[in-house]
């Protein structure tokens, strides 16, 4: 969960080192799943905002 939750909000793995082939593959693709989610939502927010104004 510490592992995840970091990689989410600093797109780095911070204090645990990565070793292996699949768990590298892993961090990736949540990096840019997460990298994706938060463009995806500040995308919404500024439509929402621009519709409002």
Do not use: K, P, W
């Amino acid at each position: 969960m510490y592992y995840s939750f970091t990689i989410a909000m600093c797109y780095q793995t911070s204090d645990v080192s990565v070793e292996s082939v699949a768990m590298r593959r892993m961090t990736l693709f949540h990096s840019i799943l997460s990298f994706i989610l938060v463009a995806v939502v500040i995308g919404l927010v500024v439509n929402i905002i621009s519709n409002l104004i």
